[in-house]
């Protein structure tokens, strides 16, 4: 087909008429040969694989938006908290940040998750770094200036957010597409 998927191996709009058509082509025909039959299995078959992967997809696209969104609520309770607490307990509060927040729950789960869309993992993992360096300055510069703290919290905060937007995108662009599939099979008669 010369419709490729926006994220590997997935099921967008273009690719689910497409292969409607295809299908509707064929149950149209009165007299179907064995070859046409073969090709209507071989359509069937590339659809529901390519809606498994975009349910696949689905998941690992909402793992990175809850867990950016996590990471972000914790890194923006954490500025507000700064004039508050003391500082061995926002040095531990940023250590939590980093450990577990940024690098099991959102690096491992999140970021690791979406490998293999290549293009929006390279952008995912550039923004996830930066983010953390945002973190790792903002907890350097508690000591010096709590001001320059909260700062640099925003910086990763921003990052954060743009991971969000980019996993809210994906999976606006997934749901579309499998919206598509169902809706042109329930309307075929």
């Given amino acids: 087909m010369a419709i490729t998927a926006l994220v590997a191996d997935t099921l967008t709009i273009p690719l689910?008429?497409?292969i409607f058509e295809a299908v509707k082509n064929y149950l149209e025909t009165k007299r179907t040969s064995n070859k046409e039959k073969e090709e209507l299995k071989k359509n069937l078959i590339k659809l529901v694989?390519?809606?498994n992967n975009s349910a696949v997809a689905l998941n690992q696209y909402v793992t990175l938006m809850k867990r950016s969104t996590e990471a972000s609520v914790h890194c923006t309770e954490l500025s507000r908290l700064l004039d508050i607490i003391p500082q061995t307990e926002?040095?531990?509060?940023f250590a939590k940040v980093l450990d577990v927040r940024m690098q099991a729950n959102l690096l491992k789960e999140?970021?690791?998750s979406i490998h293999k869309y290549r293009d929006d993992y390279e952008k995912a993992l550039g923004l996830y770094s930066t983010a953390e360096?945002?973190?790792m300055q903002a907890m350097?510069?508690?000591a010096l200036n709590k001001n320059s703290s909260c700062t640099e919290i925003g910086y990763a905060n921003a990052r954060l957010n743009e991971l969000v937007i980019l996993a809210k995108r994906r999976i606006q662009e997934l749901l579309e597409g499998l919206q598509e599939a169902y809706k042109v099979l329930g309307n075929m008669n």
């Fill in 133 to 135: 360096g945002h973190i």
């Fill in 16 to 18: 689910a008429k497409e």
């Fill in 140 to 142: 350097g510069q508690l």
């Fill in 110 to 112: 999140g970021v690791e």
């Fill in 49 to 51: 694989d390519l809606s």
């Fill in 90 to 93: 926002a040095k531990n509060q």
